[in-house]
């Protein structure tokens, strides 16, 4: 079975800290993988995707992700957290039927 | 652009009692969705429309239906409500199918008593 977990539910961070999102997966072949944010009251935002090629993707607002294949994850990292950056992140990869599978969400607070 | 577009926001319903989500999108994507969000669950697939003319159960489908009015327009239907369907619903698109980005409504809030 195709899965997906992010084993935080909670992400505490003080503002200029480095923050990390964690996510590890389990999908056939070769993944897609995403991350997207969502703001209070707001539907989902893209921020960033692997498909392939380099391991270290770059995506919105000063977010990356490293996908890590032996290990079947793809945290989300930022090195300097804001304040603004406070919401719920998923990690989403692609499974081989042609849809997005969803975590259940880790929501990042990012204190002054 | 207004992008993806779900009405209503908000909606109480008794149990029993039917009503229709609207979502309608207006950068010509070709495929539609639609997830429920829930506390700890994340979004789960209720049902997707790769291209217009074709919908498919995704992960919950039971209890809902669906409707590919035409390429801009995707509704999900709740014949008789139940409790258990409480939840925020979100419509996405993507141009096509798969690993392409996502695009979401704001989402409609529904209560069932």
């Known amino acids: 079975a195709q899965s997906v977990a992010q084993p935080e539910d909670q992400v505490n961070v003080a503002e200029g800290n480095p923050l990390t999102v964690k996510c590890t997966y389990s999908?056939?072949?070769?993944?897609?993988l995403f991350w997207y944010v969502q703001y209070p009251n707001r539907g989902l935002q893209f921020l960033l995707k692997?498909?392939?090629?380099?391991?270290l993707v770059k995506g919105s607002y000063g977010f990356e992700a490293e996908f890590n294949k032996s290990q079947t994850s793809f945290h989300l990292k930022k090195p300097s957290a804001l304040v603004s950056d406070s919401a719920l992140y998923f990690c989403a990869p692609y499974n081989q039927g042609g849809k997005l599978i969803f975590g259940q969400g880790t929501e990042l607070s990012v204190k002054p | 652009n207004a992008g993806v577009t779900q009405t209503p926001k908000f909606q109480v319903l008794k149990t029993g009692q039917s009503m229709t989500l609207q979502c309608a999108q207006d950068?010509?994507?070709?495929?539609m969705y639609w997830y429920r969000q829930d506390p700890g669950m994340g979004l789960r697939l209720i049902y997707y429309?790769?291209?217009?003319?074709?919908?498919d159960k995704g992960e919950v489908p039971n209890g809902y239906n669906v409707s590919r009015l035409n390429k801009r327009e995707f509704s999900l239907r709740l014949e008789s409500a139940a409790p258990s369907q409480t939840s925020v619903y979100f419509c996405a698109s993507s141009d096509v199918s798969g690993a392409n980005v996502l695009t979401f409504g704001a989402g409609s809030r529904l209560t069932v008593l």
């Open positions: 999908v056939s072949g070769n993944p897609y």
């Open positions: 692997y498909i392939t090629g380099d391991n």
């Open positions: 950068m010509n994507h070709n495929s």
């Open positions: 429309s790769a291209s217009e003319g074709t919908t």
